[in-house]
């Protein structure tokens, strides 16, 4: 058995759903501790009392550090790594020009095992814990990713990207091959140690009627795995949408009437949405992901965060990399606050790090397991440090209270706000 870690600190945790309960749900404690055993949160409270009451632990101070759940990126595209912030396309140049023929090269397995490790090492240093991936259309894509993972213990979600038509041949597969490589893939992974198989049409003009039916019959015959996919981006691959599709109602409808909606279903995006796509995705307990740099960088549009929060939708956020031009879950809640501002919400520092921690999780059905410091959690956290940089330093100096810290961190803050991350109890990228 191995020793008990007592992390002390400050810590920052969720009792509830600061957007929906009001920003008391976010429990600051300035001098808090987690006891952490077997890679699990077992306590968390008062640091000098549950240090009486385990005397044995071993004491990890991190001073005025600012314990935080590990961050938790719902919608990413590892594949995308080397091409992140490719200049002056909107989304389909953008796929045409640099996304398809970087998926190409992900044929080459050493090549995926390269950007899989490099990928996950960069978003441990930016204090990201989990994250859910689109692969590229090659199983090997996908077996790469899930041992880097793997190696490094962390928990994510990926799958392979499915396309069976408007895109280049070497970058396509069939119905019946998505529907055979992914079951195939969801056998061999889902649910082994922290990885979990997502069901994965990269969005409906890239799938035929055909390939959406098959992968929406898997999802029927796996309803335990998560569905990811695109919607309602940008305008005019609403309007392609609809061209590909006559007889459906709307872009939801395109994977509404194959059985790709559903409550384990991740619809990233989501701008451009009609009433009754709304009205879907909240009856259903779909989650909508906000990938806000994305969003901004590829020109798509302002989410509705206020409208749609109000409406009780289950939302996730997101870097969306690469389309997203960060791999900072600090940048992308800073990016959130700035598109909330142009569409009339001011999100407070708590909601913003409650969607980039508990409401991604909740958005991947992870909330039992990560998301937030509490006990019987998976003992994935940040330590951050609120003056990494002078400008960060001399703000959180003048702030009059944590949240006002926490909000300038937000938004000036980048890696180096990152002291420590910790996955499943071990120290991210300790050599032990
Ligand atoms: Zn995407």
């Known amino acids: 058995m191995t020793t008990a870690q007592l992390h002390i600190g400050q810590t920052i945790r969720f009792d509830g759903n600061p957007t929906a309960d009001g920003i008391s749900a976010a429990i600051h404690d300035s001098r808090g501790a987690l006891l952490v055993e077997s890679g699990r949160i077992s306590e ?82 930016n204090g990201t814990t989990t994250v859910c991936s689109y692969a590229t259309i090659h199983p090997e894509s996908v077996n790469a990713f899930f041992n880097a993972a793997n190696t490094r213990g962390m928990r994510v979600a990926a799958g392979k990207t499915c396309m069976d038509r408007n895109a280049p041949e070497g970058l396509t597969d069939t119905a019946q091959s998505a529907y055979d490589d992914s079951k195939a893939l969801l056998q061999r992974w889902h649910g082994t ?6 069901i994965t049409p990269r969005f409906s003009p890239t799938s ?52 790709l909606l559903g409550k384990r ?12 796509e709304r009205d879907r995705l909240r009856e259903t307990g779909a989650a909508l992901v906000h990938c806000p740099t994305s969003n901004t960088f590829i020109g798509s549009g302002l989410f509705d965060m206020d409208g749609l929060l109000r409406e009780g939708q289950r939302i996730g956020l997101a870097t969306d990399t690469g389309g997203g031009s960060s791999f900072s879950m600090l940048r992308t809640m800073a990016a959130a606050y700035e598109i909330g501002q142009l569409r009339g919400r001011a999100l407070h520092a708590s909601e913003l790090l409650w969607l980039g921690t508990s409401g991604s999780a909740a958005a991947l059905h992870m909330q039992g397991k990560i998301g937030n410091l509490a006990k019987g959690l998976e003992a994935d956290f940040n330590v951050l440090d609120l003056a990494a940089t002078p400008a960060l330093a001399q703000r959180t100096q003048r702030a009059d209270d944590i949240w006002e810290a926490i909000f300038a961190t937000i938004m000036l803050g980048d890696d180096r706000t990152i002291k420590e991350t910790w996955v499943g109890g071990q120290k991210a990228g300790a050599t032990s």
């Open 44 to 125: 968390l409270g008062d640091a000098d009392a549950l240090h009486r009451a385990n005397p044995q632990a071993q004491v990890i101070d991190h001073g005025d550090g600012i314990i935080v759940p590990g961050f938790v990126d719902a919608h990413v595209h590892y594949p995308q790594t080397a091409i992140v912030a490719s200049w002056g396309k909107r989304l389909i140049d953008w796929l045409n020009d640099y996304t398809f023929p970087e998926e190409m090269r992900l044929a080459d397995e050493s090549y995926a095992n390269e950007i899989a490790g490099r990928y996950l090492d960069l978003v441990l240093s």
């Open 193 to 198: 140690g922290r990885l979990d198989y997502v």
């Open 208 to 259: 035929t009627p055909e390939q959406l039916e098959a992968l929406g019959a898997l999802w029927a015959e796996h309803p335990e795995c998560l569905m990811q996919t695109h919607l309602s981006e940008q305008t005019d691959e609403i309007a392609w949408v609809r061209s590909l599709f006559p007889d459906a109602r709307d872009y939801l409808d395109t994977y509404e009437a194959f059985g």
């Open 265 to 276: 279903g991740l619809y990233g995006h989501a701008i451009h949405l009609e009433q009754r």
